[in-house]
């Protein structure tokens, strides 16, 4: 009803599940990598929990465009089933042919059984995924439990993750569940977007919807959207969807403030939206005597604090999925100053009382780098992928790539300069002393050390110690201009010789000679190789310069 008004293409806030809106943010990749792992796992249970609309469908969804070929994949979304039941819908995910008339637990076990035996003699990984799996009863997880007891002398032949609500945590920290709990190779809980994610999520969105559309948002309608949808999607795409619907019945261009409150009252109701974290209905009489009992308790520790000698330091671990799950991100100057704005305060007061980053175990050891990194550079394409926002699934991830709008880089021995050069991440090609070739995605650098990740673990290595093992050979994606194809034909298209016509001349190297003198010059000054052509580095150079969205190498 308002797209066309805003400029828009099509409805940007719709709640279903749309891929073309896909949007991953830092936590949304660490889930994934976690799913992920338990492809590898060796058996046992992987668990996913997050907030009502918080992205877990998301996750999955990008999680099946990457499972292997090898990895067949069972998927309940109706949990709600007696331990028969289960095993039934499960043999039929798998379609292994049963018996007529079977209709007893054991007979269940068995076909699966012998299922698993056949697919691991031939090299292939059984994965069960269970959505909504709050709602499983006491006695469909016991029989979970049980399947993972379908195992070999060398490993456990089904993986089995659960994707759930935030009530799953509490019923499998229950006593009778101990056993289960035991079998938890990884876990991950999804929460909020922050303040930044989720201005970049609604400017995404609204950059599919019509890419040249300007922002119908103030700053201040912004951080409001934040607030009262406590940063969960589902909730930010009701509030900003029915906040334009609210500008456009009154003819405004954009969405303020009291029109996003107003939105609010419409979506919400009367009482204020409950965002992750929040008290739940019957908690607020004891409230503020559980506040204040807290905060004194926590006046005597700080006070006993002063009193008490620092310990001593932590010895450096190695990293893992624990660690990578409890670790918490740092919140951004940015995104300080934003609240500030919002709040009516100074930035530096904001980043004065923005919470300090927790420390995040990395492993310095090459040989456990080398261990986890991955053998085929297509599942590295693919964690790269989701750097960009896009989840590519099997096959030529190029090829795949293109229909998002992105190019393949590959350099056969780039270096770190030009890896700084280009400023973003990128797949790295490792080799040990001995051994097969391997790759790992590098995440960050700076004047002494990278950071990689291999699956869900990263690496932080010294820059000497990376050189020992990298020969310089790296792969990359890149934003295609506007009308240009990845190769040597790009430039025929009228609409992308116009997009660089137009960059070289925002980049100060404007019309009155010719278009390959031009490109020297843009060479000679920024440093790159002098040939004269728009190739991809050149392009990539103008990409940045032009403030066009692409991820970056952090800690530079």
């Known amino acids: 009803m ?70 067949a994949v069972a998927y309940v979304f109706n949990p709600k089933l007696t331990a028969l039941e289960l095993l039934q819908t499960v043999c039929a995910e798998f379609r292994i042919p049963l018996p007529a008339h079977t209709d007893s637990v054991k007979a269940h076990v068995d076909a699966l059984n012998l299922f698993l ?38 490993r456990k032949l089904l993986q089995i993750v659960l994707i759930g609500q935030p009530e799953l945590r509490e019923m499998v ?22 303040l930044v994610e989720t201005q970049q999520y609604i400017q995404h969105r609204l950059a599919v919807a019509g890419p040249s559309a300007p922002l119908p948002f103030s700053a201040a309608a912004l951080a409001r959207i934040h607030a009262l949808s406590g940063g969960v999607p589902r909730r930010i ?11 456009y019945a009154q003819g405004q261009a954009r969405a303020e403030k009291r029109t996003v409150e107003q939105a609010a009252r419409e979506v919400f109701g009367s009482q204020p939206a409950r965002w992750p974290g929040a008290p739940r209905a019957g908690m607020v009489p004891g409230l503020v005597p559980g506040l204040l009992a807290l905060v004194l308790l926590l006046g005597a520790g700080w006070l006993w604090t002063l009193r008490k000698p620092a310990p001593p330091p932590l010895a450096a671990g190695g990293a893992g999925i624990a660690a990578s799950a409890a670790a918490v991100a740092a919140v951004p100057a940015s995104e300080a100053a934003s609240a500030a704005a919002a709040a009516g305060s100074t930035p530096a007061a904001a980043a004065a009382a923005a919470p300090a980053p927790a420390a995040v175990a990395l492993s310095s050891d090459p040989q ?28 030529d991830a190029c090829v795949a790539a293109l229909q998002a709008r992105l190019g393949c880089y590959r350099s056969a021995a780039g270096g770190l300069g030009l890896l700084r ?22 995440l960050k650098l700076d004047d002494q050390q990278a950071t990689l990740q291999a699956g869900a673990e990263r690496f932080e290595l010294p820059l000497p110690v990376l050189a020992g093992m990298w020969r310089g050979e790296f792969a990359t994606f890149w934003r295609l201009p506007p009308g240009w194809h990845d190769g040597a034909a790009g430039r025929s298209d009228a609409t992308a010789s116009e997009w660089l ?53 952090r800690g530079r």
């Open 421 to 442: 050069q280009l400023d973003r991440p990128a797949v790295l090609s490792l080799r040990g002393a001995v051994g097969p070739q391997v790759h790992a995605l590098l």
């Open 501 to 553: 016509e137009r960059g070289l001349t925002d980049a100060g190297f404007g019309p009155g000679r010719p278009l390959a003198d031009r490109v020297w010059a843009l060479q000679l000054a920024q440093g790159l190789v002098l040939d004269g052509r728009a190739g991809p580095l050149t392009l990539m150079r103008l990409n940045q310069l032009s403030g066009v969205d692409e991820p970056r190498l």
């Open 173 to 194: 920290a229950r006593p009778e569940l101990e056993q289960l709990a035991q079998r938890i190779t990884a876990r991950y809980h999804l929460g909020a977007l922050r």
């Open 2 to 71: 308002y797209a066309s008004f805003f400029g828009l293409n099509r409805e940007p806030f719709s709640i279903a599940p749309d891929p073309h809106f896909l949007f991953m943010s830092e936590q949304h990749r660490e889930a994934l990598a976690h799913l992920l792992y338990g492809l590898g796992g060796g058996g046992g249970f992987v668990l996913l929990t997050g907030e009502i609309g918080a992205g877990k469908t998301t996750v999955f969804r990008c999680f099946l465009e990457q499972v292997p070929a090898h990895c």
């Open 368 to 395: 456990a780098l080398l261990a986890a990194a991955h053998p085929e550079i297509g599942t590295a394409w693919r964690e790269l992928a989701l750097r960009w926002n896009v989840a590519i699934g099997e096959g």
């Open 117 to 154: 035996l056949a697919g691991h003699a031939g090299g292939r990984q059984a994965v069960l995924v269970i959505d909504e799996a709050q709602a499983l009863g006491a006695e469909v997880l016991e029989q979970l439990r049980l399947l993972t007891n379908l195992e070999t002398a060398e």
């Open 237 to 247: 795409n009701l509030l900003a969807g029915r906040a334009l619907l609210g500008a």
